[in-house]
Structure formats: structure tokens, C-alpha cells
């Protein structure tokens, strides 16, 4: 993996040499002219010493955040740093140096799983930044530019090499992306957060990204067609358009590197909510913007037919929603199995970390993989081992915070931090996704799976819009005051056809959240009741 130094900050691109002049530029892109957050890492000790009380508004919230590093002003004094793993991979190793990182945080420390395949560690304090720095790199690990505005965790097919259903094994595609941009010729000053994905299997949704790649056939070859401008933000929220262009896999580092330099130079920098690729796709026109796009990337150029195919062979394209990984399932390896561990809401503590990283190197092989659902897979487990694994796992009087067969709602439960953790969260979104969902598994049996996405505000990092049911923190009145509460969202597609859910109830009271739920899951999901306990 990338380590954290692989640009020293002597090699840094000057500010003055990122974007382009504007007329007007807001109050951040004022701030992010003045300095490159990247030069604050070798000034990490300087700072802890200064105290963080003692840090200007733009080094607390917006330059730290190029080392990964996260001001939260609801717990002060306690920052989260969020990692870089691309493709979702991990080893025990990793595991258990970051378990150790979040076990010396005490009561304070935890860990979540993210949307996009990484590990945010919360409960550090200033002080442990300039240690934690080199241990990542000592291991091969990196949270650099994984905050603000920069490309975000390159994601792919969690379980590319081992999936019998993959078509291209993302794993060095995604590595490759990720050492272009955080390379010398990477970006630096981005207008806005990119998010970068590569599919491998027919299960790869991708269209909430930036810029997506899905495998496809051009002239007897498997490549990839380009899908951009997906995003979901509080203002708006759309799915990703073919560019109508097919690349070969050796093309895509240079060509991501090549469409994220041409963002950097021509995105709007003077209003922040219109700053996300599609608003300047659509400024441009689809056309005129695959041009500009294509005259940057030499590897594009050439007879019009090579660079600009029209067609693919779909029948390698995305034909159904991201499958349960939970579970034992037989690898593409013959004699071996993965577990799928869920992870309910994504939320780990030290133990946890610890535990699951003695079960990689106890029974697989020393390797995991985190999914965008927030789930864990441990990968290589030999078949005459799963017995034992499962005999392990199942131990009684042993408290795990992950399980082998979760019910059919939680499997695919997917929450953001919430207000413990987040300012701008309007509820307690893990632990009121938790309580809710279990209570529906005690009341309702399911004849199938049912994706919930939870959300605690506008921002969508929940991604609502892509669950069955989607929900988002909201307020509503009830006995004239206003409570906690959440908007249902319903109808979020993942598969071949692909849609954003809609709006149906714009603010249900939490007190009363679980039996609306279970009325939808009865009239919308085919739940039946659970007969009483005897």
C-alpha cells in the first residue's frame, strides 16, 4: 500500500500551482490558497505541544484533514482519523496494531466501517497524530488525503481473487489508482471530495460515485466502460452517466489521474454547493466535456473509433444489487471457504478488532475485507476448517460484536456516526438503527433480506437513496414540540435497474419509528408477524 510519505512535503506542488485563478472564491478555497495540509505532518509534535486549543479555525477544520485527521468540536479534544485501505484490505497485523491504537484511547476509543471500504479510529487525542503517522507507515498503512477535499478511498470488489463470480480481479486496478493520486502528479487541491470505484463482478453498484468503472467487452477484450458523476449531497442528489468512452485496464490509473487533474483545474471554486463533478459535466455538456477529457489523456487520442466505442457486450455489466456476504461461502480456490462477519452498524471496539484479527491469522489466511454494507469477510479459510471456525464463533459466554448469520435486516443495515460523533447528524443514527432493527427481527420474519440505509442528516453519508428503505434524521412535532425523528425514504434500486429512492413520509417520531417500519415491512416487504412465545 501507499505509505503516508510517498510525497514528501519538499516535492509538493505550491498551492498557486493547483487551481486555477477565480474571480471569487469562497471562504475555504481561501483558506486551502494559504497552505497545502499535506506540509502539516512534519509539524504534527509542534502542534500537540501548542495544544489544539490553540489552532486557528483552518487548521482544526480543513488543512488536518489532508493527513486524514478530524476535528469533532461534540467531543473535544478527541480527533478520528480515517484510513485509506483500498479495495477494502486489511491484514491482522494492521488489525491488531490499530486495535491497540483504539484500546489506548480507553473509553473513548471505537471503530467504524465506512461506506467506502476504510476504518475511521475515534477517541485520539493531538498528541498521538505524529507516533500514528509512522506506525501506519511502518505497516503499510496511509490516511492520507482521506478527508475534505481530495479523492476520497479508491473502493472495489471486496472479494476480488477469491469471487467465483468476478469477472476482473480489482485489486491491483484499485492499488494503481490509489498510487497515482497520491503520487507526485496526484491532486492536491481539489474543488470538491472524488470518489473513485472499480467494478469486478455483477454485483459491483457503483453509481454514487465520481467516476466509476464497470467491466465490459469492446472488440473481443474485457475493459471498462466510464460512468461519472454520481454523488448524493444535501442539496441534490443523482446517479452516474456513461461518458461513453471504454478503456483498457492497463489505462485506468493514467486515466483517472488525467479526468481528476482536469477537475481540479476547471471545477467551481466560488459556490461550495455546485462544486461536485456533475455540476461542471453539465456546465460544459456531456460532449464538450468528454473532449476536454480525452485531450488530456494521451492514451485516448488516436483514430476516433478506438478512443469513443458506443457499445459493450452488457451481459458483463451490473445485473443484480450487492449480494450477503455474510456466511460461509466457497471460494473461486478450490478447498477453501470466506466468513462473512456482520458488523452491526459498522461499529468495532478495540476487542473486537483484536478478535477478528486472531481469527484471520487462526483461520484464514491472515487477510480481511471490509464491504461498503460495513460487513468483514476473513478470506482462505480451508473447508475442513469451517467447523471449527463456526464452533469458535458460536462459543458460548463469548460477547461478539459481529455474527456469522445476522437476520435478514441487519445482514444489509447500514448507518452513518450519528450525533454521538457527528454536528451535523440531527439523531443518534447507530444506535437507534440497532434498537429499531432488532425489535423488527423479534416482531417479523421476512421471507428475503431488506436493505436499510440510516442517515442522521441532509449530507446523505448513509446513503439512504440507495436502500429499500432509506432514513434520514430529521425533527417532526409531536404533543406541540419538536423530537427526534426520521424521513423515510423507499424504493432504492441497486440492481440493473438502478433508481434513487423516494421521498414517503418527510418525519416520523422516533418513539413510533419501529411499529411505522413494521406496518411498511408487512405492506411493502411481504413480513409476516411472528406467532406469540408460548
Same mark, same amino acid.
Given at each position: 500500500?501507499?505509505?503516508?510519505?510517498?510525497?514528501?512535503?519538499?516535492?509538493?506542488?505550491?498551492?498557486?500551482?493547483?487551481?486555477?485563478?477565480?474571480?471569487?472564491?469562497?471562504?475555504?478555497?481561501?483558506?486551502?490558497?494559504?497552505?497545502?495540509?499535506?506540509?502539516?505532518?512534519?509539524?504534527?509534535?509542534?502542534?500537540?505541544?501548542?495544544?489544539?486549543?490553540?489552532?486557528?479555525?483552518?487548521?482544526?477544520?480543513?488543512?488536518?484533514?489532508?493527513?486524514?485527521?478530524?476535528?469533532?468540536?461534540?467531543?473535544?479534544?478527541?480527533?478520528?482519523?480515517?484510513?485509506?485501505?483500498?479495495?477494502?484490505?486489511?491484514?491482522?497485523?494492521?488489525?491488531?496494531?490499530?486495535?491497540?491504537?483504539?484500546?489506548?484511547?480507553?473509553?473513548?476509543?471505537?471503530?467504524?466501517?465506512?461506506?467506502?471500504?476504510?476504518?475511521?479510529?475515534?477517541?485520539?487525542?493531538?498528541?498521538?497524530?505524529?507516533?500514528?503517522?509512522?506506525?501506519?507507515?511502518?505497516?503499510?498503512?496511509?490516511?492520507?488525503?482521506?478527508?475534505?477535499?481530495?479523492?476520497?478511498?479508491?473502493?472495489?470488489?471486496?472479494?476480488?481473487?477469491?469471487?467465483?463470480?468476478?469477472?476482473?480481479?480489482?485489486?491491483?486496478?484499485?492499488?494503481?489508482?490509489?498510487?497515482?493520486?497520491?503520487?507526485?502528479?496526484?491532486?492536491?487541491?481539489?474543488?470538491?471530495?472524488?470518489?473513485?470505484?472499480?467494478?469486478?463482478?455483477?454485483?459491483?453498484?457503483?453509481?454514487?460515485?465520481?467516476?466509476?468503472?464497470?467491466?465490459?467487452?469492446?472488440? /473481443? +477484450? !474485457?475493459?471498462? %466502460?466510464?460512468?461519472?458523476?454520481?454523488?448524493? $449531497? =444535501?442539496?441534490? #442528489? *443523482?446517479?452516474?452517466?456513461? @461518458?461513453?468512452?471504454?478503456?483498457?485496464?492497463?489505462?485506468?490509473?493514467?486515466?483517472?489521474?488525467?479526468?481528476?487533474?482536469?477537475?481540479?483545474?476547471?471545477?467551481?471554486?466560488?459556490?461550495?454547493?455546485?462544486?461536485?463533478?456533475?455540476?461542471?459535466?453539465?456546465?460544459?455538456?456531456?460532449?464538450?466535456?468528454?473532449?476536454?477529457?480525452?485531450?488530456?489523456?494521451?492514451?485516448?487520442?488516436?483514430?476516433?473509433?478506438?478512443?469513443?466505442?458506443?457499445?459493450?457486450?452488457?451481459?458483463?455489466?451490473?445485473?443484480?444489487?450487492?449480494?450477503?456476504?455474510?456466511?460461509?461461502?466457497?471460494?473461486?480456490?478450490?478447498?477453501?471457504?470466506?466468513?462473512?462477519?456482520?458488523?452491526?452498524?459498522?461499529?468495532?471496539?478495540?476487542?473486537?478488532?483484536?478478535?477478528?484479527?486472531?481469527?484471520?491469522?487462526?483461520?484464514?489466511? /491472515? +487477510? !480481511?475485507?471490509? %464491504?461498503?454494507?460495513?460487513?468483514?469477510?476473513? $478470506? =482462505?479459510?480451508? #473447508? *475442513?476448517?469451517?467447523?471449527? @471456525?463456526?464452533?469458535?464463533?458460536?462459543?458460548?459466554?463469548?460477547?461478539?460484536?459481529?455474527?456469522?448469520?445476522?437476520?435478514?435486516?441487519?445482514?444489509?443495515?447500514?448507518?452513518?456516526?450519528?450525533?454521538?460523533?457527528?454536528?451535523?447528524?440531527?439523531?443518534?443514527?447507530?444506535?437507534?438503527?440497532?434498537?429499531?432493527?432488532?425489535?423488527?427481527?423479534?416482531?417479523?420474519?421476512?421471507?428475503?433480506?431488506?436493505?436499510?440505509?440510516?442517515?442522521?442528516?441532509?449530507?446523505?453519508?448513509?446513503?439512504?437513496?440507495?436502500?429499500?428503505?432509506?432514513?434520514?434524521?430529521?425533527?417532526?412535532?409531536?404533543?406541540?414540540?419538536?423530537?427526534?425523528?426520521?424521513?423515510?425514504?423507499?424504493?432504492?434500486?441497486?440492481?440493473?435497474?438502478?433508481?434513487?429512492?423516494?421521498?414517503?413520509?418527510?418525519?416520523?417520531?422516533?418513539?413510533?419509528?419501529?411499529?411505522?417500519?413494521?406496518?411498511?415491512?408487512?405492506?411493502?416487504? =411481504?413480513?409476516?408477524?411472528?406467532?406469540?412465545?408460548?
Amino acid at each position: 500500500m501507499a505509505s503516508s510519505d510517498a510525497s514528501p512535503a519538499s516535492a509538493l506542488r505550491p498551492p498557486e500551482d493547483g487551481p486555477p485563478a477565480a474571480t471569487a472564491l469562497n471562504k475555504i478555497e481561501k483558506a486551502k490558497a494559504t497552505l497545502c495540509g499535506l506540509d502539516l505532518e512534519p509539524r504534527l509534535r509542534e502542534l500537540a505541544a501548542s495544544g489544539w486549543e490553540s489552532l486557528d479555525e483552518a487548521t482544526l477544520t480543513i488543512h488536518l484533514k489532508w493527513l486524514g485527521i478530524f476535528f469533532r468540536p461534540v467531543t473535544p479534544g478527541r480527533f478520528m482519523v480515517r484510513l485509506r485501505l483500498p479495495n477494502g484490505l486489511i491484514n491482522a497485523d494492521q488489525l491488531e496494531l490499530l486495535a491497540d491504537v483504539v484500546d489506548r484511547c480507553g473509553e473513548e476509543g471505537s471503530a467504524d466501517i465506512t461506506t467506502r471500504q476504510n476504518l475511521q479510529l475515534r477517541g485520539l487525542l493531538l498528541e498521538d497524530m505524529a507516533p500514528l503517522m509512522l506506525d501506519l507507515h511502518r505497516v503499510g498503512l496511509t490516511s492520507r488525503q482521506s478527508g475534505h477535499d481530495n479523492p476520497r478511498n479508491v473502493t472495489g470488489n471486496p472479494l476480488a481473487g477469491i469471487d467465483p463470480e468476478e469477472f476482473i480481479d480489482t485489486r491491483p486496478l484499485v492499488e494503481a489508482i490509489q498510487e497515482a493520486l497520491l503520487g507526485p502528479e496526484g491532486p492536491r487541491n481539489l474543488p470538491r471530495k472524488f470518489n473513485v470505484a472499480v467494478g469486478g463482478a455483477p454485483d459491483s453498484f457503483l453509481l454514487h460515485n465520481d467516476l466509476a468503472f464497470l467491466p465490459a467487452f469492446h472488440s /473481443g +477484450e !474485457l475493459g471498462f %466502460t466510464v460512468m461519472v458523476g454520481g454523488f448524493f $449531497s =444535501g442539496q441534490r #442528489n *443523482a446517479l452516474a452517466i456513461p @461518458l461513453g468512452l471504454w478503456l483498457p485496464a492497463s489505462a485506468l490509473p493514467g486515466f483517472t489521474l488525467a479526468l481528476i487533474r482536469h477537475f481540479e483545474q476547471n471545477g467551481d471554486r466560488a459556490v461550495r454547493s455546485r462544486t461536485r463533478l456533475m455540476y461542471l459535466i453539465e456546465a460544459l455538456g456531456l460532449e464538450a466535456y468528454r473532449r476536454e477529457v480525452i485531450a488530456t489523456h494521451s492514451a485516448l487520442r488516436g483514430p476516433e473509433e478506438a478512443a469513443l466505442p458506443r457499445s459493450h457486450d452488457g451481459s458483463h455489466g451490473v445485473t443484480r444489487a450487492p449480494r450477503d456476504v455474510c456466511g460461509f461461502h466457497p471460494q473461486k480456490q478450490e478447498g477453501l471457504s470466506w466468513a462473512g462477519l456482520n458488523v452491526p452498524m459498522g461499529r468495532l471496539d478495540a476487542a473486537a478488532m483484536a478478535d477478528l484479527a486472531h481469527l484471520a491469522r487462526t483461520w484464514g489466511d /491472515g +487477510e !480481511l475485507r471490509l %464491504t461498503e454494507s460495513q460487513n468483514v469477510v476473513i $478470506s =482462505g479459510v480451508p #473447508n *475442513a476448517r469451517l467447523d471449527a @471456525l463456526r464452533a469458535e464463533l458460536d462459543a458460548p459466554g463469548r460477547q461478539r460484536a459481529f455474527r456469522l448469520k445476522p437476520g435478514p435486516l441487519m445482514a444489509e443495515a447500514v448507518s452513518c456516526t450519528g450525533n454521538r460523533f457527528c454536528g451535523f447528524a440531527l439523531i443518534p443514527t447507530k444506535t437507534t438503527a440497532l434498537a429499531v432493527v432488532e425489535e423488527l427481527e423479534r416482531r417479523l420474519e421476512l421471507p428475503h433480506p431488506v436493505r436499510t440505509h440510516w442517515t442522521g442528516c441532509p449530507n446523505a453519508c448513509g446513503q439512504p437513496y440507495m436502500g429499500q428503505i432509506g432514513l434520514m434524521g430529521a425533527k417532526a412535532r409531536q404533543g406541540g414540540q419538536m423530537v427526534e425523528a426520521a424521513k423515510i425514504f423507499l424504493d432504492g434500486s441497486m440492481d440493473s435497474h438502478p433508481r434513487l429512492a423516494d421521498l414517503h413520509d418527510k418525519g416520523v417520531p422516533l418513539a413510533s419509528l419501529t411499529d411505522t417500519l413494521e406496518s411498511l415491512l408487512v405492506e411493502r416487504f =411481504g413480513a409476516r408477524h411472528r406467532a406469540p412465545s408460548p
